[in-house]
């Protein structure tokens, strides 16, 4: 069955980087692109970060843009999320998802359990 395990959350001061990974199992990973949603407390689920089937073709949310870094390894069929330059605003529960083709928005077909991330001031 499909799973996807996200892993490397935890909490950081402001301007301190962390990675995030969501390793894959139970499908063809290189047949789906893969992204990065977050969920703070109170607040609706958005899109951060997603990357197509080859890593050819990448999307960022405005607010990451520049401080976060989405790859994929093929061979480890693991997605990762560099964060640099964290900010308190970026404090939320971490998501990967996986999806046929790149797109922003939540219809993604399936969802990792997700990965605190704190960021202090």
């Known amino acids: 069955q499909v799973q996807l395990v996200e892993s490397g959350g935890g909490l950081v001061q402001a301007g301190g980087s962390l990675r995030l990974s969501c390793a894959a199992s139970g499908f063809r990973f290189d047949n789906y692109a893969m992204g990065w949603f977050r969920q703070a407390p109170g607040k609706e689920r958005e899109f951060v970060a997603a990357i197509n089937w080859s890593g050819s073709s990448i999307d960022y949310a405005d607010s990451v843009k520049g401080r976060f870094t989405i790859s994929r390894d093929k061979a480890k069929k693991t997605v990762y999320l560099q964060m640099n330059s964290l900010k308190p605003e970026d404090t939320a529960v971490y998501y990967c998802?996986?999806?046929?083709?790149?797109?922003?928005?939540?219809?993604?077909?399936?969802w990792g359990q997700g990965t605190q991330v704190t960021v202090s001031s």
């Open positions: 998802a996986r999806r046929n083709v790149l797109r922003r928005d939540g219809t993604y077909d399936s």
